[in-house]
């Protein structure tokens, strides 16, 4: 990707595409460690499971598979800039299956124990079960299989959910912001969706064996009506559903802090009508807050990055549909692993990279978001961030 890359609507001297250099030959043909922009060094072993600068490890890889949708969300894919005459990547530019798997299992040799495929919308994405079926047969350090997940607007999901699972996908989150259909289809921007095509396929997942989660973003002033309707049809579903801050993910969703709904106005609402109970969070570095009704074995959870960062235990690294490296959901660039992976043979090449990468990392933008903010009134031309549509969130 050069500067101004057409994947990304914001100014070309505001993203920059950082090359991952690999290690230069010596005189007799040995690797030595080079310096890259962004990076100190290349680490020298790798026996270590990396931790970045704060002693975070890497545990999570979220993985996008192509830049392609079929919605036009507002606060993702918003179809004034996604518009028909949008040109997205070419199937070159894309990451091959064979690339995706030979990189996760790098990244799993490095700690990663948990692999979640994410677009644009990953279904679009042809012969994807093969993809799973591969990934699913990657071991973790502890020789442990490595958790396979996906995110999916639900849209396809109704044909695809058991082949899915018969390839290895062990779980599913299936986004949906609205049950009323008027709502639904504003919200999509796409006048013949439907939430029952979602909800069909949310329980042709369930029959297939596939542990499900629903996450619904939620906009003041747009869909905070459907709090209560959401939490009220999944008691009864028995699935859990997340509700997710309205978040400032890149430039073209026009956000706005009033358009945040605090995830504590979330629990107070439903608490109301349905009472709950704090659990916790399973994993220090898991992302939701989870609750549980008083009555029933169900959960419901909240991600709170504006209201209740929680930067200080993220272990999240995303890849792009087209090989780049983001060390944060708010990142302005990336690292370049696509042209690393096409021109390097060694495994261990690509590990020393991405551990050098990992351990540089300084990342705690939710936590720095109301500092940044008043120096954006100070200064308006503030740096741009990657869209959520190109990492899959």
């Not at 093969?130 to 020789?143: D, P, Q």
């Not at 992976?341 to 050098?356: C, F, K, N, P, S």
Request: proline share 5%; hydrophobic share 40%; with cysteine.
């Amino acid at each position: 990707m050069s500067e101004g890359h057409r994947i990304i609507p914001i100014s070309p001297a505001s993203f920059r595409r950082r090359a991952a250099r690999l290690p230069e030959k010596d005189q007799q043909g040995a690797s030595q460690v080079a310096p890259t922009e962004g990076i100190a060094s290349f680490a020298e072993s790798t026996d270590t499971p990396p931790l970045d600068q704060r002693g975070r490890p890497l545990r999570d890889l979220r993985i996008s598979v192509i830049d392609q949708c079929n919605f036009r969300c507002g606060y993702c894919m918003p179809k004034e800039v996604f518009h028909k005459d949008y040109v997205f990547l070419s199937r070159d530019e894309l990451l091959s299956f064979e690339e995706i798997v030979r990189l996760a299992r790098v990244f799993v040799g490095l700690g990663v124990e948990k692999l979640r495929i994410t677009g644009g919308e990953p279904l679009l994405r042809k012969g994807l079960e093969e993809l799973i079926k591969e990934l699913s047969a990657l071991k973790t350090r502890a020789n442990q299989p490595v958790e396979i997940a996906l995110t999916t607007n639900g849209v396809l999901l109704a044909q695809k959910a058991k082949a899915l699972r018969d390839a290895g996908l062990d779980r599913i989150t299936v986004s949906l912001d609205a049950l009323d259909p008027a709502l639904f289809r504003q919200m999509s921007g796409i006048e013949d969706s439907a939430p029952a095509t979602v909800l069909a396929g949310i329980d042709a997942a369930q029959a297939a064996g596939l542990k499900v989660k629903v996450n619904m973003v939620v906009q003041k002033g747009v869909n905070e009506g459907e709090i209560l309707p959401m939490a009220r049809l999944f008691r009864e579903l028995g699935h859990t559903v997340r509700f997710i801050e309205f978040m400032d993910v890149g430039n073209s969703n026009d956000w706005s802090q009033d358009q945040v709904v605090a995830s504590s106005a979330v629990i107070a609402q439903i608490n109301a009508h349905f009472p709950v109970l704090p659990v916790g969070r399973a994993t220090p570095n898991e992302v939701s807050e989870r609750w549980r009704y008083n009555d029933r074995p169900v959960e419901i959870g909240v991600i709170s990055s504006v209201s209740k960062p929680f930067c200080g235990h993220c272990s999240r690294a995303r890849i792009s549909s087209e090989g780049l490296l983001y060390t944060c959901l708010f990142a302005s660039s990336g690292f370049d692993l696509r042209q690393a992976v096409r021109t390097e043979t060694d495994d261990q090449i690509l590990a020393r990279i991405i551990h050098g990468i990992w351990t540089q990392r300084e990342d705690r933008y939710s936590e720095l978001r109301e500092s940044l903010m008043a120096q954006k009134k100070n200064r308006p031309q503030t740096r741009a961030k990657i869209e959520m549509s190109y990492i899959g969130g």
